[in-house]
């Protein structure tokens, strides 16, 4: 579904990310896992088209994709969300998802229905009417996802969904990508929170100085020495046996 | 349509006040503010489009009222052609114009779009009324008066009536825009651009749009102002103080909203138009006192209404609906 083939992106004289080559098939759950500024979100940023890649190519559905403006990709089925969440503050709820579902409908009446649907599946139905920016953090990240699956994408990518959640909130969330997953729809997650990702990703893959270090199973990468160098520490191996 | 909410009840009521006014009053200076405050309405409606709803606040919007009121101008006094001529060709000029404007939205923000736009129009300003083998300079140009509606040489009454469908028409539009999908998708390219294009929405053709419909609205709006005053003056109609009379009304009014522009324009025209007739007859001293009045009136309203006068409408009807309950 998508390919990324020696992606590069470079900032001057900063490679923010190196020849990172990866696979999506169609019913994938893949997470991308790293520190700080391995490159994840410009990882992101290059597939979902806000970055114009400098090397290498982004194969969507047989279709390079690479420098295409983000608007054109979501059209095609690959929607993001972005880890710095941008709600229409100013807008209500339903109103931010509904403006989600009129790429795909072009009569107002049926993208409300649509967006009162996909608010309901996303837990967001008590809060329908409420103005996005009054909504506290967990929330606006579960907005996110709402909006983007108005979108109806083939691909989500999720950027940082459960940063910053309660531990109850986080439980939520992860429900909302597994309802979703089994529901059949292809996701990337990038993810800082090591142990939701254990619990979540069927494949990681872990970034470091913007390169693809390790890529495999959760219990694969986990023993990887490279990753527990780089990332992990020899804590979290401690602490998962 | 029961369902109709409260202010857009006010506004049909607004305007059919205005519909009846000329069948009981015939006092020229009232009718002369009526025709006003439904001009500077729609004018100020149209600059919502860009400015309030899709974010994009302009300072320079004289250079299409301008564009309108030189292309009916000249149409009449050098070509003898009907203004209705004028006014399509004012259409067509400030569609190309708004298409400049509506690419610099995309380059620059805030700020620099609005600083831009007001060197756009001083451009316009200097080539209006230094081309005096076209345009007669800075004398003006007198609109000539032949009576007809194809020559649009009107009495005040049907003057009330020609500004009333512009000012209903463009009440329309911004609904339009309130209820539509472009006009939603426009909403979100406002609050945030990167978001919207992430959802699929071209933002900067979106963007170009909306600039582009707002600047032909106004040179439309420019065209008829032009021929009921009856003189363009270049130093009048491309100046800032005009741009700023527009964006001034809406944010008084109400950005974003379709009463906003109106009542604006109600409160801000009829208080203008009040003071000039009270204080022209005095001595010189007094004649900027409008001007005064103008400040006190925004200050008022940034630090007590930042919403604008249809915000704290909606807040006193949410008020009373929880004093009800």
């Known amino acids: ?241 | 349509m029961a369902s109709l909410p409260p202010r857009r009840w006010a506004a049909l009521a607004l305007l059919g006040v205005a519909a009846l006014l000329p069948l009981v009053v015939r006092d020229a200076f009232v009718l002369d503010s009526l025709i006003l405050i439904l001009m500077w309405g729609a004018l100020s409606a149209a600059w919502n489009v860009a400015g309030g709803y899709a974010g994009q606040v302009s300072l320079g919007h004289a250079a299409f009222f301008g564009i309108g009121a030189y292309s009916a101008a000249l149409m009449t006094a050098r070509f003898h052609q009907s203004p209705w001529l004028g006014l399509l060709l004012g259409v067509v000029l400030s569609i190309a114009a708004g298409g400049v404007i509506g690419y610099l939205s995309n380059r620059l923000r805030g700020p620099y779009f609005a600083l831009s736009t007001i060197a756009f129009s001083q451009v316009l300003l200097i080539v209006a009324s230094r081309w005096r083998g076209f345009t007669a300079g800075s004398e003006g140009i007198p609109v000539p008066f032949r009576p007809g509606l194809w020559t649009l040489g009107l009495g005040h009454v049907a003057w009330v009536y020609v500004a009333l469908v512009v000012a209903l028409v463009y009440y329309g539009v911004q609904v339009w825009l309130e209820t539509s999908r472009i006009g939603y998708q426009l909403a979100g390219v406002r609050e945030d651009e990167d978001a919207a294009e992430a959802l699929g929405i071209a933002s900067r053709r979106l963007k170009i749009r909306a600039v582009t419909l707002s600047a032909a609205m106004t040179a439309v709006g420019g065209t008829f102002w032009a021929q009921y005053v009856g003189f363009v003056d270049p130093f009048y109609v491309f100046s800032i103080d005009l741009s700023i009379r527009f964006a001034l009304n809406t944010i008084i009014g109400g950005m974003g909203t379709a009463l906003g522009p109106f009542l604006g324009s109600i409160l801000i025209t009829s208080l203008e138009t009040y003071l000039r007739a009270t204080f022209s007859g005095l001595k010189t001293g007094f004649a900027g006192i409008y001007l005064v009045i103008y400040g006190t009136a925004l200050i008022l309203v940034v630090r007590f209404a930042p919403e604008g006068l249809t915000g704290v409408a909606g807040r006193l009807g949410a008020w009373r609906a929880r004093a009800d309950a």
């Open chain 1, 1 to 241: 579904m998508l390919t990324l083939e020696r992606v590069t992106k470079r900032f001057g004289g900063l490679t923010a990310v190196r020849n990172v080559s990866l696979d999506v098939r169609r019913g994938d759950l893949l997470g991308i896992i790293g520190p700080n500024g391995a490159g994840k979100t410009t990882l992101f940023n290059v597939i979902a088209g806000y970055y114009r890649p400098d090397g290498g190519r982004v194969v969507f559905d047989g279709r390079d994709v690479g420098g295409r403006p983000p608007h054109v990709i979501c059209r095609l089925g690959l929607t993001r969300t972005f880890q710095l969440v941008k709600p229409f503050g100013n807008l209500s709820v339903v109103d931010n998802v509904m403006i989600g579902a009129l790429t795909r409908l072009r009569r107002v009446s049926a993208a409300r229905l649509e967006a009162e649907r996909v608010v309901e599946t996303c837990g967001l139905a008590p809060h329908a009417n409420a103005r996005a920016r009054a909504l506290p953090i967990g929330l606006r990240k579960r907005l996110e996802v709402a909006r983007a699956l108005a979108t109806r994408p083939r691909l989500l990518l999720l950027d940082e969904v459960m940063a910053g959640l309660t531990p109850s909130e986080l439980t939520g969330i992860i429900e909302l990508i597994r309802l979703l997953h089994a529901d059949g729809l292809t996701l990337i997650v990038i993810e800082h929170v090591m142990a939701a990702m254990m619990r979540l990703a069927q494949r990681i893959v872990v970034l470091h100085h913007g390169e693809a270090i390790a890529e495999g199973t959760p219990a694969e990468v986990a023993r990887d020495r490279r990753v527990i160098d780089a990332y992990l520490g020899d804590e979290f191996v401690l602490a998962q046996a």
